[in-house]
Structures are given as structure tokens and as C-alpha cells.
């Protein structure tokens, strides 16, 4: 990067962390750390749900989503309004009136100890992998596109987050996330911005959306039915996304620990409420336009030469590999077809006039003569990485949009833009370490321990706690490679292991009051069970189910399972394990 670019990246991270700590000033016990003493407005609360959701995941990986993709991942949050909605009327009256800390408390007290430690015990496992994996997804790549180191880009990302995490606490977390949308969104526009401003200058926005169209990009609606009938397998269809959908963020936002801390930070339940619904409101137009950026992405590559493999850290190490000499060749042929696909691309746009004409059918058969040989170049490459000897990463899905930045805008905004992925990362990971903290404070140390802590006893073990959660993290960072074809794809199939199980134990909790916690906790344990059999059934090619489908028969499975061991048995409350 530029030296401006590097000032612009520099005064973005420092002026954040000044900002969260000034912000930061609450009572220093658990209700000031955690909770942010229960006094944050909804406004607040809504800009803390986004920014805990909208990782440098989301900012990073969708994008490239949708240009190898289409639009059609956005189908994946229809379900999130209405599990807003129900969380609305169930679940934030409960959380508020028994001013709880964690969500988890309330399960000791609908079920027994048991039942809470383990759905404890089963967000900290799926969060503290998660985090690892959203502090190392944008380091990963960072690392790749900007030659830096990729542990000490992982030391670098994760100290920080610590450091003000620790410092600050919930209300640091609330605040921060409230500058860092506004920054990540004014760059996220910007980039979009730039990315028609490049185009030919015949070609605007609405030539863009229908070049894209044409290739397929703009699939915003898929209902997952062929020839053969419904395809459990298709992972972002209308079905899946309600239903799915539906299931996946009435856990996240219901039971984890993540999320429920930030609506617990407001004033009152209908703080809460209007912090949630409006969430539901903005989130699915929100992803469709970071989507959209994609798409808008894909079109300019059609006008402009395309990588023909955007991991260009992966291409070096062909280069040094058996294959060097067949890349070289490979490369050459490739950069004079992509020549030849930009002239002909230019030519149409500025002749449309002569659409149908025969000189206008031999541009189109250029262009689709380097579709074939970019199709074909691209599987050729992936082959060569996927051979063991090479042991390369395949997929570049993650680095589409990066590569784009670094490539093609001006300096100064590259800073920006990378910036963006730092506080998009901090904006969720931070969100995350707090509530990792608070878990174990509230649901393991405080309740299993005989000593009595004092209230500063306890706000200094909350802090190491958190210190201890960001090590753990920053540690499977380290070890998180090729995570996958995309990370936002990664991070939500690890939370659908889990998330559905979770939520059964909370619908049976809410909605069945004659399942005792024997019945439910058993339940639990049988169902998780079965969900990770299905995903390794899956990954090995025997099943075919769609991970949004996990979080579906996650919690029926417990809800109905609980209900029928509960009327079999006849068990009261406490009689067995």
C-alpha cells in the first residue's frame, strides 16, 4: 500500500479505539462491563446488533459471493424478519424481567443446573471456533494480498481487539460498533461507487445490472426445484432461506450469547424490541446491496482484464512448483484471449446499434470463446493447487473483492477500504469476546465456585477471562487454513452444528412447561449427536442436505424428542441424572 493509504488505515483504527475508550465509562462491575448498566438507547442497540452480525466476513466475502454466485445468497435472511417478530413477543420480555446476565441463567431456572452448563458449554464451543475463524478470515487473506505476514497479521488483529475489548466492555463494544458502521458502509459506497465510475464510459449502472443479468448474476429469487423436484442440497433457495433462514436467526439472535448481550444493554424491553425489529427491516436490503457490489464487480471484469485466478499468492507458488513452466504458458494464452474479450466487450458497447449484424455475432462469439477458455484456464489452475505436492488453496472466492480494491482504486481509499475490514472484523469479534467472557464468568466460575467474590473480584476476573478468550481465539486463528469456498459460507455452516439444538432446548423451555429438564437435556445430547452424524454424512457424499436444514431438524428434533420422552417416561422434574 501507499504511504497515504497507510495514513488513512492508521488515523481510521487509532481514532476507534480513542473513541471506545472515551465511551467506555460505566460502573466497573458485571452490569457495568456486560451490560453497559442496562442505559443504552435503542438506536444503540440496533447499530450493536449490525455490527456484531456484519463481520469482515460479510464485507469480505460477499461480494465475491455473488460474482461467482449470483444474488441469490441474499434468500438466505428472509427468514430473519419474522424470527425477529417472535423474539419480540417470547423471548425479551423473559431476558428483561429476570435481569439476567447471560441467557443460559434462565434455563437453570425453567429446567436445572445440567441443562444450563451444557447449552453453555455449546455456545462457548461454537463461538470461540467461530471467532478464531473471524479474526482469521480477514487476516488470511490481508496477509495474501498485501505480502504480510500472516501470523503477526493475526497477532496484530487480534491484540488490538483485545486490548480495547478488555478495556472497555460492553458499552466500548455498543459505542465503537456505532462509528465503525457508519466508516464501513461510507467505504462499502464508495467502493460501489468507483466500481461503475471504472466502467467504459458508455456503460453506466443499468448496463452494469444487465450484463450481469445475462450471465446469471442477478438469480435474486430460486425456488431449489428441478426436473428431479426439490433439492434438499441447494443451499440458498426460497424454502431454505425462509424456513432455514428463519430457524438459524431465531437461535442467533435468540440464544447466543453475542447477540443477547446487546439487546440486554438497553433501557427497557421496548428498547429492545425496536432495536430488533428495525434489524429485521434493514438487514435483508442491506446484504442485497453488499451483494449487489458483487455483481457490479463481475460486470466491470467483463469490460476490463479478469485474473484468471485472484489468490495471486497461489500463483506464485505455482510459479515455483513442477507447473512453473506450464503456468507460464497457460498465463500467456490466457492474457491474449482476456485482450481480445476487453476489445470486443468496448466494440459492443459502443455499436449497440448494429445488434444482429454479423460483425456484432463475431464479437459475441469472441467473448463467449473467452468464457470457455477463462472456465476451462481456471479449473486447469485449481487442479494444479489441489495437487499435494503444490498444497494450494483452490478457492479464491474470498479475495475477489479485495483484489478488485487494491488493484483498481485510487490511493487513500485502498486505506479506507481495508480499514473497513479491521472494524467490520473488530465490530463482531469484540461483540463476541464479550460474551465469551461473560459465560464463563456468570454460568462456570461464579456458579460452580464455593468462594465469595466481591464485586471488584469479580470485574477483574471478567477482564482475564476476556484475555484468555481472545488467546484462545487468536490460537485457532493460527490454525484456520482453507477454511472453505466462501468464509461467510464457513462461519454459518460451524453455527448451524450447533444453533439448532441450542434453540430446541429455549422453544422447549418457552413453549412446552410440562417437559421437565431430565427430558430435555437427554434430548439435547441425542439430536447433537445426530445433526454432526448428518454433516459428516454430508461431507463425505452419502447425504445431501443444505447446512441451513441442520438448524430446522436441530430444533425440532429437540422439541419433539423432549415431548416424547417426557410423555413416555412420566419423569418429574430432578428424578433422574
Given at each position: ?101 447471560t441467557a443460559y441463567e434462565y434455563l437453570e431456572k425453567r429446567f436445572d443446573l ?283 472466492t474470498n479475495y475477489i473483492f479485495l483484489r478488485f480494491v487494491v488493484d483498481n ?169
Amino acid at each position: 500500500m501507499s504511504r497515504p493509504d497507510w495514513i488513512v488505515l492508521i488515523l481510521t483504527l487509532a481514532g476507534i479505539i480513542a473513541y471506545g475508550l472515551y465511551k467506555s465509562r460505566t460502573s466497573k462491575d458485571l452490569d457495568g462491563y456486560f451490560l453497559s448498566n442496562r442505559s443504552v438507547p435503542w438506536y444503540i442497540v440496533l447499530m450493536s446488533i449490525m455490527g456484531t452480525q456484519a463481520s469482515a466476513v460479510t464485507f469480505l466475502s460477499a461480494p465475491g459471493q455473488a460474482y461467482t454466485d449470483g444474488m441469490r445468497f441474499v434468500q438466505y435472511y428472509f427468514g430473519l424478519p419474522l424470527a425477529m417478530v417472535v423474539l419480540c413477543i417470547s423471548f425479551v420480555p423473559v431476558f428483561h424481567k429476570l435481569r439476567i446476565y447471560t441467557a443460559y441463567e434462565y434455563l437453570e431456572k425453567r429446567f436445572d443446573l445440567k441443562t444450563r452448563t451444557l447449552t453453555s458449554f455449546l455456545f462457548l464451543l461454537q463461538r470461540g471456533l467461530s471467532t478464531g475463524i473471524s479474526i482469521a478470515a480477514p487476516s488470511i487473506i490481508l496477509s495474501s494480498l498485501l505480502g504480510w505476514d500472516l501470523f503477526w497479521t493475526n497477532i496484530f488483529m487480534g491484540g488490538l481487539l483485545i486490548i480495547y475489548t478488555v478495556t472497555g466492555g460492553a458499552k466500548a463494544v455498543a459505542y465503537t460498533q456505532q462509528l465503525q458502521l457508519i466508516i464501513i458502509f461510507g467505504g462499502m459506497f464508495l467502493a460501489a461507487y468507483m466500481v461503475v465510475h471504472l466502467l467504459p464510459a458508455r456503460v453506466g449502472f443499468f448496463d452494469a445490472l444487465r450484463v450481469s443479468g445475462k450471465a446469471g448474476k442477478l438469480n435474486v429469487i430460486t425456488t431449489g426445484v428441478s426436473a428431479h423436484g426439490f433439492d434438499w442440497n441447494n443451499q440458498y433457495n426460497l424454502l431454505s432461506g425462509i424456513i432455514g433462514g428463519f430457524f438459524l436467526a431465531l437461535s442467533y439472535f435468540g440464544t447466543d450469547q453475542s447477540q443477547v448481550g446487546r439487546y440486554l444493554t438497553a433501557k427497557s424491553i421496548s428498547e429492545s424490541r425496536l432495536g430488533l425489529l428495525i434489524n429485521g427491516l434493514v438487514k435483508v436490503p442491506m446484504q442485497f446491496l453488499i451483494l449487489l457490489i458483487g455483481v457490479l464487480v463481475f460486470a466491470f471484469y467483463q469490460f476490463n482484464r479478469e485474473p484468471v485466478f485472484f489468490n495471486q499468492s497461489q500463483i506464485t507458488r505455482l510459479a515455483g512448483s513442477k507447473y512453473k513452466d506450464s503456468l507460464v504458458v497457460l498465463r500467456h494464452d490466457y492474457e491474449m484471449t482476456q485482450a481480445g474479450k476487453v476489445q470486443a466487450m468496448g466494440w459492443m458497447a459502443t455499436n449497440a446499434d448494429q445488434k444482429g449484424q454479423e460483425v456484432y455475432k463475431e464479437a459475441e462469439s469472441r467473448l463467449q470463446s473467452a468464457e470457455t477458455q477463462k472456465i476451462q484456464s481456471r479449473a486447469t489452475l485449481k487442479r494444479w493447487l489441489s495437487d499435494k505436492e503444490v498444497g494450494g488453496d483452490p478457492n479464491d472466492t474470498n479475495y475477489i473483492f479485495l483484489r478488485f480494491v487494491v488493484d483498481n482504486l485510487p490511493r487513500g481509499l485502498i486505506g479506507l477500504l481495508i480499514a473497513v475490514i479491521f472494524l467490520a472484523a473488530w465490530g463482531s469479534i469484540a461483540a463476541a469476546l464479550n460474551s465469551l467472557a461473560s459465560c464463563t464468568i456468570v454460568d462456570f466460575h461464579k456458579r460452580f465456585s464455593k468462594r465469595t467474590l466481591s464485586v471488584e473480584k469479580e470485574y477483574q476476573l471478567s477482564k482475564r477471562y476476556t484475555v484468555l478468550w481472545g488467546f484462545f481465539c487468536v490460537l485457532v486463528a493460527q490454525l484456520a487454513y482453507n477454511i472453505g469456498n466462501s468464509l461467510i459460507e464457513a462461519v454459518n455452516v460451524l453455527g448451524s452444528l450447533f444453533y439448532g439444538v441450542i434453540l430446541g432446548i429455549f422453544l422447549v423451555a418457552f413453549y412446552l412447561k410440562k417437559v421437565g429438564g431430565g427430558a430435555v437435556f437427554i434430548s439435547a445430547l441425542i439430536i447433537e449427536a445426530m445433526v454432526l452424524a448428518i454433516h459428516v454424512l454430508n461431507q463425505r457424499g452419502v447425504l445431501h442436505l443444505s447446512f441451513l436444514w441442520l438448524n430446522v431438524v436441530g430444533a425440532v428434533g429437540v422439541v419433539l424428542l423432549s415431548a416424547g420422552i417426557q410423555g413416555i417416561r412420566g419423569v418429574k422434574e430432578g428424578s433422574w441424572l
